[in-house]
């Protein structure tokens, strides 16, 4: 059954708060492509460098985060977003499911004895980085998204916050593989991640992107 759009209030934003809330979404998913595009360079190349899976699929996942903010970007380009949510949604979920898909298989192959990656100062303050940047891009997003009443714009702050447990994941992860030698601990945290992924893309592909993040009794987490 299909869903309605999330509403703010019973009348909706007035067409000006509207129109400013199109442009922050618009700004914010700028600066979401901008940052991922830059994550994505130096976390690829300093996984190359260090035979860093971890990195080089952390750097993969912000390739994929872009293609989901580029498609809420196109959603609000068109003088219509509302009629182009489906595809959008449609496009943050597959994201989602090939993050899992990914994430899952390098998560099984490390745990069955994958090459051990060398020390990365570089991929250390990469993800600690996105571990602070991620959350507020996200945050902001999901506000605007809400009161707009647009579904892939929740979706795809979702798929942002997803990336911030990612950042964690490889946070700790390169942190106990240069410090304790510990290689198990990364693809356990990242299967739990790949698990958390396929909820998100079945909750897009379903529309159903509000009931996980609205808090109780805000009437916006209600099925249809």
């Known amino acids: 059954m299909s869903l309605p759009l999330i509403p703010a209030s019973p009348a909706g934003p007035a067409p000006a708060r509207r129109a400013l809330l199109t442009r922050r979404v618009r700004l914010l998913v700028a600066a979401t492509i901008t940052y991922n595009v830059i994550e994505a360079v130096v976390a690829i190349s300093a996984g190359t460098a260090a035979s860093?899976?971890?990195?080089?699929?952390?750097?993969?996942?912000?390739?994929?985060?872009?293609?989901?903010?580029?498609?809420?970007?196109?959603q609000f380009a068109g003088p219509d977003p509302q009629a182009r949510e489906r595809v959008a949604l449609r496009v943050i979920a597959v994201s989602f499911f090939a993050l899992a898909g990914y994430v899952g298989v390098e998560a099984v192959r490390a745990?069955?004895?994958?090459?051990?990656?060398?020390?990365?100062?570089v991929g250390l303050a990469l993800a600690g980085l996105s571990v602070i940047v991620m959350p507020v891009l996200s945050a902001a997003q999901r506000r605007a998204g809400h009161e707009l009443g647009s579904r892939s714009a929740v979706a795809d702050s979702k798929q942002t916050l997803l990336c911030t447990y990612l950042s964690v994941v490889l946070l700790v992860g390169?942190?106990?593989?240069?410090l304790l030698g510990w290689s198990w601990a990364d693809p356990v945290a990242a299967l739990v991640i790949a698990v958390v992924a396929v909820?998100?893309?079945?909750?897009?592909?379903?529309?159903?992107?509000?009931c996980v993040t609205c808090g109780p009794g805000d009437g916006r987490g209600a099925r249809a």
């Open 52 to 74: 860093s899976t971890a990195l080089i699929g952390f750097g993969l996942d912000s390739i994929i985060e872009v293609a989901s903010a580029a498609a809420v970007a196109w």
């Open 111 to 121: 745990l069955l004895g994958g090459a051990e990656a060398a020390h990365s100062p």
């Open 174 to 178: 390169l942190a106990l593989n240069g």
């Open 199 to 210: 909820r998100e893309g079945r909750d897009a592909w379903r529309g159903d992107t509000c």
